[in-house]
């Protein structure tokens, strides 16, 4: 759904936005706008049901996670027939990405969260008469809101992670694809949820801002920088932790010594998959001037093999979003304006009504053009030739953003060294795009793509109160440093500090 038409509706009416398909601007439909009273009062539904949801054990909470993992195996054909519809996604893709991901993500915290989140006892050093304790507790209602991208994934996975530890949620889906959105409601609510637990709002920016003043405990956001910005102020306005991931520019290197033919596929997938609508995509190839003929000729000779359609086996579907296919087009212009060349693509797909932009291979780029600059997010691959590694790597940091990256060699020492020393929150060696669906994998980024973690044992710490309790283990009738405060208790206190950290041993010791 995302073609959106805003209807005029008389004075007193929600809001309304039609919507139309990507791939063949068929009409899917009107979606009622929620309003601030219906996002409020979802807060106040969640904010009761949290509280037997949070007195449940581990075993309670994760029931609705398996089932739900479950239920996508059974049910795969329609959950992606529902996620194409709106995205026009090739199959294969919306199977993996979206339904096998998902399925992975519940199965995996409904097994670990008991672990993760389990209170344990940290040896105190140096207060030896002291136990201390770290505990975990639900922060209460999270407030998620998700793009159009991968609109199911990323609304069940933060879901997820969210219930599992105890929290209620309402989710705002994006208004490009709302059906996603009642998809994974209709899932919690098949996989047995308790009512309330789970609470999904619709609606555009102004639904998503009224979530963000709800009074929610926590937010999750995914989009763009700008409206992160605006989230982050709201949060910190009203002393509210939040997660924001906000896209990237991922630079991919390529090295003299890397295997051009597995590197040039992974060009090819990680800046076309999904049409290039990923977070994670290959913006921006910096290849090492020595290997840069033979890589770009693999590039568009992969390139070249691409099926683009709208029914049937396809490997590029449409753009999701009308906007975003202006982007697209106005950083191909302006790139050729500068100089760059054209090897594939660089037009709409004149071969289809919907949003179809071809896979488009640039050459002979410069940083001073768009597409090396700001965040493209569609099918369009830019290779830029590179004196060597390390003009490679002071290019690919010169960036406000720094979410994902990639490097290829042949040498997994040079290959890590190298993504060590990319500013970016994630990296892959010689593979693209994969960071944020491996569920162990802290996800998340660095400058203007973002703030926190996602996935794996930080993201669902993130979903909850840390909290430390320190326990006396002896019981004495007074503790040393407590009232009153004498020259003798100053004196041994100076005694202390020359012995333990004046010293050496005392150090080794301590």
Not at 270 to 298: H, L, M, P
Request: hydrophobic share 45%.
């Amino acid at each position: 759904m995302a073609v959106v038409e805003r209807l005029d509706g008389e004075p007193g009416e929600r809001r309304r936005v039609r919507l139309a398909s990507p791939a063949t601007l068929e009409p899917l439909g009107v979606l009622e706008i929620d309003d601030a009273i219906a996002v409020r009062d979802a807060v106040d539904r969640a904010r009761k049901a949290q509280v037997d949801w949070a007195a449940a054990d581990f075993s309670e909470r994760a029931r609705p996670l398996e089932k739900a993992a479950r239920l996508l195996a059974a049910n795969a054909d329609a959950f992606v027939d529902r996620i194409i519809a709106e995205t026009g996604k090739p199959r294969t893709e919306a199977l993996a990405a979206e339904i096998l991901t998902a399925a992975d993500a519940l199965q995996f915290y409904a097994k670990r969260a008991r672990h993760i989140l389990a209170d344990r006892t940290v040896p105190v050093h140096l207060l030896k008469t002291k136990k201390l304790r770290v505990t975990h507790s639900p922060l209460g209602v999270v407030g998620i809101i998700t793009p159009w991208n991968f609109p199911f994934l990323l609304a069940l996975n933060p879901s997820a992670q969210a219930l599992v530890a105890g929290n209620s949620v309402v989710l705002k889906p994006s208004e490009v694809t709302p059906d996603s959105g009642r998809l994974v409601a209709e899932l919690w609510a098949e996989a047995g949820l308790p009512e309330g637990v789970f609470e999904l709002v619709q609606g555009d920016g102004e639904t998503g801002a009224a979530l963000v003043e709800a009074g929610v405990d926590k937010i999750c956001f995914t989009g763009s920088v700008a409206t992160g910005r605006r989230v982050a102020e709201a949060c910190g306005r009203n002393l509210i932790p939040c997660t924001l991931e906000l896209g990237g520019k991922d630079p991919m290197i390529v090295c003299d010594d890397a295997d051009l033919d597995r590197a040039a596929k992974g060009a090819v997938y990680g800046a076309f998959a999904n049409a290039g609508q990923i977070c994670t995509s290959t913006e921006r190839v910096y290849v090492v001037d020595a290997v840069a003929d033979a890589f770009t000729r693999k590039v568009i000779e992969e390139t070249a093999q691409l099926r683009q359609g709208a029914e049937g086996e396809f490997d590029i579907g449409p753009m999701i979003q009308a906007e975003q296919l202006d982007t697209v087009e106005e950083h191909v212009r302006d790139a050729v304006v500068k100089g760059a060349r054209v090897l594939a693509g660089g037009r709409r797909n004149p071969d289809y009504r919907g949003l179809f932009w071809e896979p488009t291979v640039l050459d002979d780029v410069t940083h001073d053009m768009l597409v090396m600059r700001e965040e493209t997010f569609g099918p369009v691959l830019p290779i830029m030739r590179v004196r060597d590694v390390d003009e490679a790597l002071a290019l690919a940091n010169d960036s406000p953003y720094g979410l994902n990256a990639n490097v290829w060699t042949r040498s997994k020492r040079r290959g890590t060294q190298l993504a060590k020393a990319i500013e970016s929150g994630c990296a892959v060696v010689n593979d693209c795009t994969i960071t944020y669906g491996v569920t162990e994998s802290p996800f998340g980024g660095v400058k203007q793509s973002g703030i926190g973690r996602v996935n794996g044992e930080q993201g669902l710490l993130g979903m909850s109160h840390t909290r430390s309790i320190l326990i006396d283990r002896v019981g004495s009738r007074a503790e040393a440093i407590w009232f009153p405060y004498t020259a003798r208790k100053t004196a041994w206190m100076k005694r202390i500090l020359r012995t333990v950290w004046g010293t050496s041993i005392g150090r080794w010791l301590a």
